[in-house]
């Protein structure tokens, strides 16, 4: 595996993979590896002859009081399982390759981007739309692929790639989970042994609400318990427990296809997110 850490090496190292392989998959990634994100090198192999991973711990996208600093790293643990699963080539930039002196772009996605975690964390999905789209536009891959596990992510990336023409697919993953139900995500390794216990009523939570809708439960009351037993169960505050269109991520009051149940809330310190289909 090539890793490569500026950003004036990279054409060079990138025809060659297009010549020597042919197509280029890219997941972008902020390290902390997992075995959610095994899974989109997994499925990027069978979508492209190549697979191009990034790490990078993207500042723009964090909140002044949020856990830039804190966010773990664990770089050659990292390269180990990239190692082993046969990617062809890490790109590890920092920051003055991504955001270099009189960097003043930002990119801004409009309603989408403004609710949920939007509204929880200003500015945030203007820090991943920009970065995605710049390391998109470094690797000129055929696809991209992103979680599921952030779905209003994964909305706003598809927003910004068909708003920008942007030249590429963009493939979302299912989320994976431990055996407990907990989706895997790097914020895991915040929790302490009793949060860590006590994380998967969040998807239990969710789950028996959207089964309980599809069954034709109201949705204003499916909510409610399923945010008393979030709390009960441990959380110590909800940002957002909602029904809401697949696409478009507006609020359903009522049960209509395709449709997401979508969460976050907090415990201890940490900001855990969830999804799931309904019906
Ligand atoms: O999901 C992530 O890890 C990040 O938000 C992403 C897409 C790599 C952009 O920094």
Do not use: C
């Not at 090539?2 to 025809?15: E, F, G, W």
């Not at 470094?138 to 030249?167: N, S």
Request: aromatic share 6%.
């Amino acid at each position: 595996m090539q890793i490569i850490r500026d950003v004036k090496s990279l054409p060079a190292a990138l025809a060659g993979l297009s010549r020597d392989f042919g197509t280029i998959a890219l997941v972008p990634t902020m390290g902390a590896l997992h075995a959610g994100h095994m899974a989109l090198v997994k499925e990027a192999k069978r979508h492209a002859d190549a697979v191009v991973v990034s790490i990078f711990v993207n500042p723009t996208q964090f909140g002044p009081n949020e856990d830039l600093a804190n966010y773990p790293r664990q770089e050659a643990a990292d390269i180990a399982l990239l190692e082993a699963e046969g990617v062809a080539l890490a790109w590890i930039p920092d920051v003055a390759s991504i955001y270099p002196d009189g960097f003043d772009t930002m990119i801004r996605v409009g309603a989408l981007a403004d609710r949920w975690d939007g509204a929880a964390r200003p500015g945030h999905f203007d820090g991943v739309a920009t970065v995605v789209t710049k390391l998109i536009n470094r690797i000129g891959p055929k696809v991209a692929l992103f979680g599921e596990k952030d779905w209003q992510q994964l909305a706003v990336i598809r927003r910004t790639v068909a708003d920008l023409d942007m030249a590429v697919t963009i493939i979302g993953v299912p989320t994976e989970r431990a055996e407990d139900g907990l989706a895997l995500s790097s914020r895991n390794a915040y929790l302490s042994d009793a949060e860590r216990a006590a994380a998967p009523v969040l998807h239990h939570a969710i789950q028996q609400a959207a089964r309980a809708i599809s069954d034709g439960a109201g949705v204003a009351d499916a909510l409610e318990t399923a945010r008393a037993a979030i709390l009960s169960g441990g959380f110590k505050s909800i940002d957002y427990v909602a029904l809401v269109d697949a696409d478009s991520l507006e609020p359903l009051t009522r049960f209509a296809a395709p449709a997401r149940m979508i969460a976050a809330a907090r415990i201890g310190t940490t900001r855990l997110i969830d999804n799931i289909a309904v019906g």
